[in-house]
């Protein structure tokens, strides 16, 4: 199986040029995928597209990542719907550093024969003035030519600067740049990005009378038709300090059974015999999530390593199914992370003194049930849990059941957290 079949079978083309696979299947490519450093991390958006650079160089092909250092200061318009804002050079450098070294990451760029290579278009474009790039570069595509991309066209009656229709331009240039000085035959992306792909293809031939090709594979979207990689948080990002291993590992495991099936195939380099062996197994007992727990452990594996899956698990398993002890074990990061979005409530570690009712502690100590009455009656129905065990109304909360010497979990039935800060 060559690169091309493996990633259809996958459902990770969408358009092709003709050409591309017969290129693939007789020769060792070196092909190229683009991201603008928007951010000084990568969000899981963008690894779908990072993800055929991976599979490039499985197959012994060469992968080439660019990040735009130029194209980052002018905004792409494919997809949105107003302009972008334009960032200060420090922050695209920063953002540049941040988004290099998750590619070193994903890539190898230490292999004997075929390592990956890392480009920056700044390097490029840093001396050329307008005049050059309007001369040499503008006059072998026609506004004609710009104005039928999609890209453009959605954007032409709510509103274009020429900056973001020069992005197309710009693109096309780092594709030729590449193929003239790097070897660079092949462009792929996502598929809102095939025509900026294309008219690098055609600035190609254009300026140089040679082929190059281009492939694209099809945007995510959720089955219920949200954004894929958004969650109520936001974006789910690669860095760690912007989504905690943790929080990265519950949003694949938390995937639906359709979307997992799709996102196992894509952000995972199991072979499909062994992707479709789980599927098989989720059918048998779907309430046991073979397919989320797989997709999880694999994704968190590459982005975090051994480590960070090995504590998202500890940190998800003590949440969901363990003990009091299994709450203890962990460390306050661990356990903000687990508890992130949960209502907070405070308690004067004076007013805890030696020992304190638990309908007090409920009521007028926290707030976290509204009276006393109502404190008292929902632990006469047992529905109160105090780090994960459950107490009556004769219990008492003491120093002994503070977490990290800080925090006490509590639990109103099987779905409403709160986390009172002990200060």
């Known amino acids: 199986m060559n690169v091309i079949e493996d990633l259809r079978q996958r459902g990770m083309i969408q358009d092709i040029m003709p050409g591309t696979e017969e290129l693939f299947a007789k020769e060792k490519v070196a092909a190229y995928v683009g991201v603008d450093p928007t951010a000084d991390s ?66 190898d760029f230490e292999a004997a024969d075929n390592p990956a290579r890392l480009e920056n278009n700044y390097d490029w474009f840093k001396d050329m003035g307008a005049l050059d790039f309007l001369r040499n570069v503008g006059k072998h595509l026609t506004i004609n030519y710009m104005m039928a991309k999609d890209s453009v066209k959605s954007r032409v009656e709510t509103g274009l600067s020429f900056t973001e229709f020069s992005y197309q331009l710009i693109q096309g240039y780092d594709f030729y740049h590449l193929y003239k000085n790097g070897g660079v035959k092949v462009q792929m992306g996502g598929s809102d990005q095939w025509g900026n792909i294309t008219s690098g293809t055609e600035l190609i031939r254009r300026m140089d009378g040679g082929e190059a090709f281009a492939f694209t594979c099809p945007l995510i979207t959720k089955s219920d038709g949200s954004k894929f990689g958004k969650s109520e948080g936001g974006n789910i990002w690669l860095d760690p300090a912007k ?31 062994e992707i479709e062996a789980v599927a098989a197994e989720h059918k048998e007992a779907p309430h046991q999530r073979a397919l989320q727990h797989k997709l999880a452990e694999q994704v968190t594996v590459m982005i975090h390593g051994q480590e960070g899956y090995d504590k998202a698990v500890k940190a998800s398993e003590a949440m969901f199914k363990g003990s009091k002890e299994d709450l203890m074990a962990l460390s306050k990061q661990e356990l903000l992370e687990v508890l992130e979005g949960v ?22 100590e926290t707030d976290i049930l509204p009276s006393k009455s109502e404190a008292r009656r ?40 709160f986390l009172v800060i002990v200060e």
Do not use: C
């Not at 963008?46 to 980052?72: C, E, I, R, S, W």
């Not at 907070?344 to 502690?361: P, V, Y």
């Open 42 to 107: 990568m969000h899981v958006g963008n690894l779908a597209t990072m993800m055929l650079l991976v599979y490039l160089q499985k197959y012994g092909h060469t992968p080439v990542a660019l990040v735009g250092g130029a194209t980052g200061m002018i905004g792409d318009p494919s997809g949105k719907s107003a302009e972008r804002n334009l960032l200060d050079e420090e922050t695209l450098r920063k953002n540049q550093e941040g988004v290099g070294a998750q590619l070193k990451g994903l890539l």
């Open 243 to 273: 989504t905690s291993p943790y929080k990265f590992y519950q949003f694949w495991l938390n995937a639906s059974d359709e979307d997992a099936e799709v996102f196992i195939k894509r952000f995972t380099l199991l072979p499909m015999e």
């Open 343 to 364: 209502p907070t409530h405070t308690l004067k570690r004076d007013n805890l003194g030696d020992a304190l009712d638990t309908i007090s502690f409920l009521s007028t």
């Open 378 to 417: 929902s632990l006469q129905s047992n529905s109160i849990s105090i780090n994960k065990e459950k107490v009556g109304v004769d219990s008492e909360i003491t120093a002994a059941d503070l977490l990290n010497d800080e925090f006490i979990l509590v639990q109103k039935g099987k779905k409403n957290k």
